[in-house]
Nanobody
Framework: QVQLVESGGGLVQPGGSLRLSCAASGSIFSINTMAWYRQAPGKQRELVAAITRGGSTNYADSVKGRFTVSRDNAKNTLYLQMNSLKPEDTAVYFC???????????????WGQGTLVTVSS
């Protein structure tokens, strides 16, 4: 079974930092784009940052200059370094891999279970 598991969420004060990780496990041949989404209470899920297998990135305007997305292709792991956190960054953060290829050439679209980030004093 192929799955994504996030970790690294928690409570942090405004201005602080957190690093999220998302590990893909199971029978995987390769993963193309990977992304972080977030969903705040009462709001729709939104894209935070995405990165291609080759390392090209894009960010939501609200996090540009504060968040950095990266990945380790050898470990099938995605990261999100979040600096200068603000209360409005409070949300459940989800990892997404819409294009996972298995050794049997199946294409899978996966979501993690989410990890809660709370920014509060």
């Amino acid at each position: 079974q192929v799955q994504l598991v996030e970790s690294g969420g928690g409570l942090v004060q405004p201005g602080g930092s957190l690093r999220l990780s998302c590990a893909a496990s199971g029978s995987i041949f390769s993963i193309n784009t990977m992304a972080w989404y977030r969903q705040a209470p009462g709001k729709q899920r939104e894209l935070v940052a995405a990165i291609t297998r080759g390392g090209s990135t894009n960010y939501a305007d609200s996090v540009k200059g504060r968040f950095t997305v990266s990945r380790d292709n050898a470990k099938n792991t995605l990261y999100l370094q979040m600096n200068s956190l603000k209360p409005e960054d409070t949300a459940v953060y989800f990892c997404n891999a819409p294009d996972v290829i298995t050794p049997s050439s199946r294409y899978l679209s996966l979501w993690g279970q989410g990890t809660l980030v709370t920014v509060s004093s």
